[in-house]
Nanobody, 124 residues
Framework: QLQLVESGGGLVQAGGSLRLSCAAS????????MAWFRQAPGKEREMAAG????????YYADVVKGRFTISRDNAKNMVYLQMNSLKPADTAVYFC?????????????????WGQGTQVTVSS
């Protein structure tokens, strides 16, 4: 089983930055496409960013393009999300997820493994 643990969330003022980390154990991350989803209160879970197993394909939601950067280090079994120019609308619980398909899919239903989530709160 693949286990995922997120860290790096917190409270930040608008315009600030945070770096989320996702540590994997149990299996090698290089076998999976990886993504960061987020879910705000009362809203559906949405993909903020995703990266294919070798990093050749990257997806960003329109609302985070130019502000967020996803990266992975398969040797360290880590995935990261650098978030800059944060806005109050970015406030959500952020989840790291893994998809065995290895390509890059965007529906949360297609992701088999999930972390517990980390809260990101952006104050205005």
């Amino acid at each position: 089983q693949l286990q995922l643990v997120e860290s790096g969330g917190g409270l930040v003022q608008a315009g600030g930055s945070l770096r989320l980390s996702c540590a994997a154990s149990g299996r090698t991350l290089s076998d999976y496409a990886m993504a960061w989803f987020r879910q705000a209160p009362g809203k559906e879970r949405e993909m903020a960013a995703g990266i294919s197993w070798r990093g050749g394909r990257i997806y960003y939601a329109d609302v985070v393009k130019g502000r967020f950067t996803i990266s992975r280090d398969n040797a360290k079994n880590m995935v990261y999300l650098q978030m800059n120019s944060l806005k109050p609308a970015d406030t959500a619980v952020y989840f790291c997820a893994a998809d065995r398909d290895m390509t890059l899919r965007t529906s949360p239903d297609q992701y088999e493994y999930w972390g517990q989530g980390t809260q990101v709160t952006v104050s205005s």
